[in-house]
């Protein structure tokens, strides 16, 4: 069994950014993890709320990492604490499956079900309500589309479409992968305001890794910009 | 020497329909001996089908997903059937499951149960030699849909069980059908393992290829007519396979 979840002590901790005293933070990770040819070496901590834009070379290994946080990659060494619960342990093997992580992924390819319809695929999780699905088709001008199916929409419908999934799961880590590459300007505008203020409502925006080549995207969205080279952070870069 | 190619597969079926007893037809497939034959067909070819369906869903899983030992042996057996010849498949069967072979005669010692010359021993040859066909189909569909969705899947909080339903199965059906139809034509089709293991027994075990072999020495109108009956459904087989078969790019 894989769902052992493993639960860390939580310590109270003051960060600098947008975390409060005794709140863990959203992300916090250090460890390693080898897959294929490149091996992680990582030191993160991402507080709650926070949008972090993930930049760096290909083959650097951005989206690896997101996949290590959604629990599709696991830690060789080391821990991930997600929101002060411990979800991998790479000592232990202690390992929360995905579908316990309450981590939202929209992966470079969007991997839209085909079999669904937009609105089936945007109210995909068990966590999405109606109100939920409906609100978040409007806001992403998805409405009109809702009874079509992924191949009848073009890539940047495609592309609203995933974020509206990902964000309908309320995940409390959202993580974007490229989330705007080849988005005509009105798509990606609409995705950077969902991104801004992601919960209409006066919903709490979850905390954000966005992967990104776009120097504009990471410094006008990101409250704190993140380099990753050949498999390590370099902290500190700010927007 | 493509042309040639095609003539060598086109011929036969251009000779079959060009003597076709077009006029007799009707009598022809309407004779009590011909729709017994066609009623033992397609019971067993349909209990094959659901055979294949139960037995060979988990085992398609299994080499597709699951790191077993000795895979690539048990692949190897599972496409056996495929270039076997059926009358040794059909050997095989009776001297594993026929009243004196290795597991037959606990069966019949145990259980009363006899396998040859029966109905159900049909069945046996039946998803012997069909059984391949959906397995390889759908271990390969389940390969190309990928873990990837799955995974999306399960980061959007869906549990295992959900995403098997709602996600690997949906995706998997048009695989499945592909599979099961092809399954099922093989059955339709199967003549060396069913006369070996299950015999030639009218309203038991004689199937329309059988009693087509039957009626070519006595009656050939009755052997051509059944042959078109069989080249038909075959042809309709291509249906729900043809994305497989004609691929439109």
């Known amino acids: 069994m894989s769902d052992s979840s493993v639960d860390a002590p939580t310590t109270a901790t003051t960060f600098p950014i947008l975390g409060t005293v005794g709140t863990p933070p959203a992300v916090d990770l250090a460890g390693y993890a080898t897959v294929g040819d490149l091996t992680l070496d990582l030191r993160l901590k991402v507080e709650p709320g926070e949008l972090v834009a993930v930049v760096g070379p290909n083959g650097a290994g951005k989206s690896t990492l997101l996949r290590l946080l959604a629990g599709l990659v696991q830690l060789n060494a080391g821990t991930l604490a997600l929101g002060g619960r411990t979800v991998d342990d790479g000592t232990t093997r202690g390992f929360v499956p995905p579908h316990l992580r309450r981590v939202g992924w929209v992966p470079q390819d969007r991997l839209l079900f085909d079999h669904l319809t937009v609105a089936a695929n945007v109210g995909f999780s068990p966590q999405a309500t109606n109100d939920r699905v409906t609100t978040l088709l409007d806001a992403l001008d998805l409405k009109a589309l809702a009874n079509r199916h992924p191949g009848e929409c073009s890539g940047g419908q495609a592309q609203r479409v995933a974020v509206a999934r990902a964000l309908a799961a309320e995940p409390d880590v959202l993580l974007l992968d490229e989330p705007s590459t080849a988005l005509d300007a009105g798509s990606r505008q609409r995705i950077h305001a969902l991104l801004v203020d992601p919960g209409p409502g006066g919903r709490q925006r979850p905390t954000i890794l966005l992967v990104t080549h776009d120097p504009a995207e990471a410094t006008g969205l990101a409250d704190r910009v993140v380099e990753l080279s050949s498999g390590r952070i370099a902290e500190g870069l700010q927007p | ?178 599979g099961l139809a092809l399954a099922w034509a093989r059955a339709l089709g199967e003549f060396g393992a069913t006369i070996t293991f299950a015999g030639n027994l009218p309203g038991r075990t004689r199937t329309l290829p059988l009693a087509t072999f039957q009626a070519l020495e006595s009656d050939p109108e009755a052997a051509l007519a059944l042959s078109l009956v069989l080249l038909a459904v075959s042809l309709a087989v291509l249906v729900p396979t043809r994305n497989r078969w004609f691929p439109t790019r």
């Open chain 2, 1 to 178: 020497m493509a042309i040639l190619g095609i003539t060598v597969l086109a011929l036969p079926l251009v000779g079959l329909v060009q003597r076709a007893p077009w006029t007799s037809l009707g009598d022809l497939l309407g004779r009590r001996s011909v729709l017994e034959s066609l009623r033992v067909s397609l019971t067993v070819s349909l209990m094959a089908a659901g055979v294949v369906l139960v037995l060979g869903t988990p085992l398609a899983w299994v080499l597709a997903r699951v790191q077993v030992p000795f895979r690539r042996l048990v692949r190897a057996l599972v496409v056996l059937p495929m270039v076997l010849p059926p009358v040794v498949g059909g050997t095989a069967l009776l001297f594993a499951l026929g009243r004196r072979g290795l597991v037959g005669q606990w069966l019949d010692r145990w259980f009363d149960v006899a396998l040859t010359f029966t109905m159900a021993g049909a069945v046996v040859a039946a998803v012997f030699v069909a059984l391949p066909f959906y397995v390889v189909t759908v271990e390969g569909a389940l390969r190309t849909t990928g873990d990837e969705m799955e995974s999306l899947a399960a980061t959007l909080g869906a549990p295992p069980l959900t995403v098997l339903r709602r996600v690997t199965l949906p995706r998997l059906v048009p695989a499945m059908g592909a």
